[in-house]
């Protein structure tokens, strides 16, 4: 698979995505025939990646995590249907599928935002003031640790350890570093992220 | 195949090689308590009761008999001291999740296990794995399955299979040692299930009250 198709692929999936999403967020009084259009997209979108991806691993069974990672580094997160999808295609049964995803803390079941962002609460980070990061970060996004927000913009999570105390504060946005944070830099930091 | 000859309790035993301790001491009648164990199923090591100690050479190590294969030579101790107090723990432990599990209760009451000992975190599973193996092995249907892990792992019927095959099926019920299994089963019908007529209909004096009749 080229980077380009893989690429196109993510604008795609997430934009329909967050049009689902909203949908069942808000108040469900928008003309239902419109919902059930973008629902249909969104499974053909979906079922497709999903084909794509199988057919990598020439739909083995035996290379269901893999298949299931690539997918949620694709999608950010593994819709339902997905999962039933798969267990289709690679005649694994669905309870196996489950108990697989729910013990890798790698695979979301919920939606997940395009941006990562990761605050050390690690003790170096803690004595240091990873708190009042913490604060300022939930008071931008509106969100609290372990949530995602409406436009799917960004994802929270504390870590205990990035492995860098000397650069502490830390604070870790799509896998970059960002070292010695203050509340000002954060939101600096933060308005980057479109 | 090879016979292989060795000592539960000061007995000599003969059993067939890839067998395990648990299973030459069923075929003599020696009994190991066991929560997780299901003649029909997979060995699973889940509960731990069947612990015994086992002497080789000299060495004695603590085993799980329901999975561990029977070797020549050995000793094999089903009650000692230090495996009375270790099932004692063990039915502590699980009787803090499910207290009133009969099947604990009578285990509590042979080996002196005090319920009250740990602080009560009734989850009522024991996480025996009976009915998400048997789903699995016996069945095929794979309707139950294990979630999540650790201090959080739990049971859960995928409803879509559930709806399908459990209620002409439900042999994985009386496997249950503490009945969670049903409650699991009846929670996931009455929240998950896509209902089977779009509309619910309302007893009739409610709709006497409703139109006025």
Redesign the interface.
């Known amino acids: 698979m080229d980077k380009d198709r893989i690429d196109g692929n993510i604008e795609l999936n997430t934009d329909q995505v967050i049009d689902g999403n909203i949908e069942l967020n808000t108040d469900q009084v928008i003309d239902r025939v419109i919902d059930r259009n973008i629902d249909q997209d969104i499974d053909q979108d979906i079922d497709q990646l999903i084909d794509r991806i199988i057919d990598n691993y020439h739909g083995q069974a035996s290379a269901l995590l893999q298949i299931l990672l690539d997918i949620q580094s694709v999608n950010n997160w593994l819709p339902g249907k997905a999962l039933?999808r798969i267990s289709e295609k690679l005649e694994v049964?669905?309870?196996?599928i489950?108990?697989i995803v729910?013990?890798y803390k790698a695979f979301s079941l919920v939606p997940k935002g395009r941006h990562k962002l990761h605050i050390c609460v690690g003790t170096a980070c803690h004595v240091r003031g990873a708190t009042r990061i913490l604060d300022t970060v939930e008071q931008a996004t509106g969100i609290k640790s372990g949530e995602t927000d409406l436009d799917l913009k960004f994802s929270l999570e504390t870590v205990n350890c990035l492995g860098c105390c000397a650069l502490g504060p830390v604070m870790e946005v799509d896998g970059k570093v960002h070292a010695k944070m203050s509340p000002i830099k954060t939101s600096k930091v933060l308005k980057t992220y479109g | 195949m090879s016979e292989i000859q060795f000592e539960i309790d000061g007995r000599q035993v003969k059993a067939v090689k890839g067998m395990t301790i648990l299973g030459a001491a069923r075929n003599e009648d020696i009994f190991i308590p066991t929560l997780c164990h299901h003649e029909e199923l997979e060995p699973f090591g889940g509960c731990r009761l069947c612990i015994v100690e086992l002497e080789v050479k000299g060495w004695t190590k603590l085993v799980v008999s329901c999975v561990y294969p029977v070797e020549k030579n050995i000793i094999v101790r089903t009650r000692s001291k230090k495996i009375d107090r270790i099932r004692k723990t063990i039915i502590e432990l699980l009787m803090a999740h499910a207290p009133f599990a009969p099947d604990l209760m009578v285990l509590a009451k042979e080996y002196g296990a005090d319920g009250d000992r740990y602080e009560k975190d009734p989850s009522f599973c024991i996480h025996c794995g009976l009915c998400v193996r048997y789903c699995d092995e016996v069945t095929g249907k794979n309707a139950v399955g294990f979630v999540d892990r650790g201090i959080n792992k739990e049971i859960s019927f995928i409803p879509e299979i559930a709806q399908k095959e459990c209620d002409d099926c439900k042999k994985c019920f009386p496997l249950c040692p503490t009945s969670y299994l049903q409650a699991a089963f009846v929670l996931t019908k009455a929240l998950a299930f896509a209902p089977s007529q779009p509309v619910l209909s309302e007893p009739e004096s409610f709709k006497k009250k409703v139109t006025g009749e």
């Not at chain 1, 049964?93 to 196996?96: F, M, Q, T």
């Open positions: 039933a049964p669905l309870s196996r489950q108990h729910t013990f």
